[in-house]
């Protein structure tokens, strides 16, 4: 069995990401949620408690082997039921400290998927306990190794090699279990042996190494030219994780990794052709930062990059963004909202052109802003309170985008759509519905801070369709009056 963690940013992202494949079930949960919005809502009450811990969302994923006839050990298929799989996965939390007495223990989710031939299960767990303390995570990976091991012998399952001698005399120590480093058995007679390279290394199921199944899935996904964006989201759909790496000030060094099944390889290991500069080069791979950075920061987080034609491609109704074009953007596209990218698009707006100055710099302000997160204080909420920063989370989130939309229509007094009206009163925004009841009031320079009243989780959504709406069509128009087209 291998265990191969992931320390994300988003719960709702992850568990878009694992709930909503084909015949994924839940098989376990301490949670009473029983779907994305639900349960990402119920995980949200831990970190409220640390509003400033980045990285809390832990994802797990746990396999058991699966390998044909063509195998050289011969044809092997692991099964457990989902009661099996969900003991050893709480067995597993446990034992890394997720779980413990009263609300020193974590919130989680079990979830089993059925799309690979070998049998695996997704654990997504708060890394915040339930008391306000946090899951250590210092040589987490080499002490799952250890707790895996155990399972092992436990359930009964097939022996995976260790990926390194100490994990292997650690086993040994804690357990007595006799395993292996790679294909070879320790020993005293190997104690002087250096353990293989991942390269060499084999994967478990018995298939060729997983730096030849990277370079296979590279060429596949490869073939036709693609952008970068493309290519990381197509990678992702393999269960192939990809990490660009960044400098401490935020640029993008192109450079490049990859990692599947627990393994991670770095793009020039894997041969010139799969490094980031050999990719463009030798691949023919398209990068253009303006629109490929998104996608790349958001595979850093551990984010899924999702492609969908309103995403990449906005209506011709959006030619001439002007009066005339106004109903249509704020009536027709408030629907279809896609779950998947919305902390993608709350925390990667990237705005940094269009037909002036002045939207360049706005588009800058409308990224910080809406990377704010609302700070909470550790002390239990009222009721009240708890409704006031609810509305107070909705109102900075939505603030950006109405300033943002007011200021392409040109600042009217006025804007009427299907389902809101927007009226500007004295440097201030009001924000209501067609039925007259006032919603929310913003400032249009931020001299106030926003204020909701009865703003719904409906608004919120409604608003961040028409931000990436938006952010699409101020990154054509820059691209455009690159190539010397004007509107």
Known sequence: MIANQLKNRSFRSTLDYVLEKEEASIIDSNMGGYNSRQLAKEFGAARRMRPKFQRACGHIILSIPHRDASHPQGEYHEHLDDEKYADIAQRWLKAMEFLGDELHKSQYVIARH?????????????????????????WDYRRSEVVVRQLEKEFGLEQVPCSNEQVAQKVQEISGIDTTVGDTPVGSRYRDRRAQTKKQRHHFSGKPPVTQLLANALDAATQDKPTVTELIARLQQQDIAVHPSFSTQGKFKEAIAYSMDGVKVAGWKLGKAYSFPGLLQRRGVDYQPERDMAALKAAQQGLLVKLSAPHRKVDD??????ESSQQQVFDNEFTNFDKNN????????????????????????????ITDRQLVKDDQPTAAQEINLI??????????????FWQLQKQPQRIEGNHYNITLEENILALTRKSGEKIAVLSVDNSSPPQGFSLTESDVE??????????QRIENQKQDKNRGIEY
């Open 114 to 138: 059925h799309d690979t031939n070998h049998e695996h299960i997704h654990i997504i767990a708060s890394r915040i306990r339930m008391d306000g303390s946090v899951v250590p995570d210092s």
């Open 462 to 471: 409604r608003f961040l369709n028409l931000q990436r709406i938006l952010t």
């Open 391 to 404: 509305q107070s989370g909705y109102a900075n989130k939505i603030t950006p985008i109405i300033q943002l």
């Open 342 to 369: 919305e902390e993608f698009f709350g925390s990667e707006l990237g705005i940094d052109g269009g037909n002036s100055q002045q939207q360049d710099n706005n588009g800058k302000k409308i990224a910080n802003q």
């Open 317 to 322: 109704g959006f030619s001439n963004f002007n």
